[in-house]
T-cell receptor, first 107, second 111 residues
Framework: GQQVQQSPASLVLQEGENAELQCNFS?????MQWFYQRPGGSLVSLFY???GTKHSGRLTSTTVIKERRSSLHISSSQTTDSGTYLC?????????FGDGTQLVVKP | DPKIIQKPKYLVAVTGSEKILICEQY?????MYWYRQSAKKPLEFMFS???????DNQTASSRFQPQSSKKNHLDLQITALKPDDSATYFC??????????FGKGTRLTVV
């Protein structure tokens, strides 16, 4: 989706390293959400974060609405973190997805 | 999410045939959606429904028809199937204004 730009497109880490994934929006939004897509395809909601900072284990999401950006920080990465991370913005009941960041964590 | 049930998980169809993809959600949500993901491509929004009414349709082809017989059901009927329709179809739901949750998808292959 052109309304949602994610970076980097791909990322390779050694286990234990940290990662910072970025999401930028070109439009106003009602809310935004981060997803993890497993290699098998199913989507897991990580954060629903319209604004501010939220934490869940090794993951931290920060959304700054007026700057139209959101980030996902993964600390102490593990091989099981490998997969695709998607951000999505909700605008008037339509969800726009970014193209995703493909993360590979090597042992 | 196990509370959004999609059936079948895998589906193989012959070109020109018709199939129905089933979606039921038990989250009490009032909004339901269909998305499509072709191989190595981003998720593509197809339809959104709220209180069993079509809110948004981004699918150009009339071969794709959502059907909502109950408020927690949103099935997807696909007619005159083509090989290009091969994709994983995801159903999702939300309480309006809240987070969206996805089913595990139906992987459709048209031969």
């Amino acid at each position: 989706g052109q309304q949602v730009q994610q970076s980097p497109a791909s990322l390779v880490l050694q286990e234990g390293e940290n990662a910072e994934l970025q999401c930028n929006f070109s439009t106003s939004l009602n809310s935004m959400q981060w997803f993890y897509q497993r290699p098998g395809g199913s989507l897991v909601s990580l954060f629903y974060n319209p604004s501010g900072t939220k934490h869940s284990g090794r993951l931290t999401s920060t959304t700054v609405i007026k700057e139209r950006r959101s980030s996902l920080h993964i600390s102490s990465s593990q091989t099981t973190d490998s997969g695709t991370y998607l951000c999505a913005l909700d605008r008037n009941n339509r969800i726009f997805f970014g193209d995703g960041t493909q993360l590979v964590v090597k042992p | 999410d196990p509370k959004i049930i999609q059936k079948p998980k895998y589906l193989v169809a012959v070109t020109g045939s018709e199939k129905i993809l089933i979606c039921e959600q038990y989250l009490g949500h009032n909004a339901m959606y269909w998305y499509r993901q072709s191989a190595k491509k981003p998720l593509e929004f197809m339809f959104s429904y709220s209180y069993q009414k079509l809110m948004d349709n981004q699918t150009a082809s009339s071969r794709f028809q959502p059907q909502s017989s109950k408020k927690n059901h949103l099935d997807l009927q696909i007619t005159a199937l083509k090989p290009d329709d091969s994709a994983t179809y995801f159903c999702a739901s939300s309480q309006e204004g809240g987070p969206v949750f996805f089913g595990k998808g139906t992987r459709l292959t048209v031969v």
